[in-house]
């Protein structure tokens, strides 16, 4: 299914030996998936700045005993339901729960959406995460 | 059941308005909450770094037609059962999948299973977050 | 010449006291200029994303041996002449010099400049560092 | 001088289409180069994860009229002066202060370094930034 080609770069042997190196001691032992990794992810970068469609999560850590917080996500959540795939809920402890939303937009939407979760009051750990539909990455 | 105390700091009256008009342009409209997020953030990166008990999420874009490659990720996810707490996977399109795994235990072991997914041939995409139990954040 | 305000904020006290360790073991003994720091911190990203003028600093590593390396980078320095306020030049060693530039302007400007410095051919290291002319964070 | 190899690696025709077209928008229309690029910059990071030799900058901005700071500055200069090689000041305005210092050592000790410039009462703004002494990425 895929279409392969051979592309050959020159590489100081020295400079190439020392990247093997680091990649063994990672646990890579394929160059040419080494190589590829650090293109993927060059690429990533790049769909987040030109404002293409990427897929994001949004992890928050809260307290759900906070007065209102769990209904204002959720209506969060709801306003924004056309970009949020889906959510993971999880019981850190008798307090504390951790939420994980995939979000699928133009990054400028996605950045907006984490804005409004992140700095939500109660919420006490916020992160939005970059990642991409995997179109063109392989 | 929360134990506040009124602390007073001093600061230079132009630096807190000119942070109180970022805040606001961000959406936060309450300079404690405010300062006590830039405190929180602090403190989870310590945390990340001194060994202690943090909660992470690993995040991994993959074409599921890959090879083996659904098999060897349930495989390892298995391996490391007491850590990972929960999974979420979502179908991006026909090929992608992206899926989120919720890991609990030291940071060290956390960015082990990290590295160990991401590094996994066929991942086109890997990324891990820091995020918190939550614990003594409130 | 400073002008003081007492802000008085309100925070749980054990997580006042888990900063206040937090800061104690990074060797910062003092709490309003903990918090103070973490503020300015936050406007400095600021400054940078919304365009503001500021301050920055490339590092490039090359070497000096490497065709007209020295002489493209210092056309392109007398090209950006009227952003780059001045140099520092290390040898590292025989073949390796580090220059850092300092350089001032609209955080795009400065963006631009880096990327040209540090995509030059035959540099084999570039970092743009964001920094600050100060104005209002004292 | 340089002993080069040619290393032939299998990339996915769009994958490649596509990392060649995000570097041309930046100005590096040399796919070799491209790549080499990214292989140092994996390999500048592991040296600072791995303890080895490495140079950073450390940048400060300071009021110079804040008592003692100069002083205070030098002092902790003189007194890491094997691993100082050498400074940069910019009088950014009457009264802030831009200073670059390039730092060499073990990662760990480039670290504690930064850690007490920037710690240092008064420093409005610090950072650290990852360079390498270039050895071996040519």
Redesign the interface.
């Known amino acids: 299914?895929?279409?392969?080609?051979?592309?050959?770069?020159?590489?100081?042997?020295?400079?190439?030996a020392?990247?093997d190196k680091?990649m063994e001691e990672?646990?890579?032992t394929?160059?040419?998936?080494a190589?590829?990794d650090?293109?993927?992810?060059?690429?990533?970068e790049?769909e987040w700045e030109s404002g293409e469609e990427v897929?994001g999560?949004i992890?928050l850590?809260?307290?759900h005993?906070t007065r209102e917080l769990s209904d204002t996500l959720n209506d969060l959540q709801h306003h924004f339901y056309h970009s949020i795939?889906?959510?993971?809920h999880?019981h850190?402890?008798e307090?504390?729960c951790?939420e994980?939303m995939?979000v699928?937009g133009p990054s400028s939407d996605v950045r907006k959406i984490a804005?409004?979760m992140i700095?939500t009051?109660g919420v006490?750990?916020g992160?939005l995460?970059?990642?991409?539909?995997?179109?063109?990455?392989?």
């Open positions: 299914m895929k279409d392969l080609a051979r592309v050959a770069i020159s590489i100081d042997k020295r400079l190439m020392r990247f680091a990672k646990g890579c394929n160059r040419s998936e190589i590829r650090l293109m993927r992810e060059a690429l990533v790049r897929v999560t992890t850590v809260y307290n005993h795939i889906s959510n993971l999880v850190l402890d307090h504390n951790l994980v995939v699928r804005d409004r700095g009051r006490v750990h992160k995460t970059m990642a991409t539909t995997g179109k063109g990455l392989h």
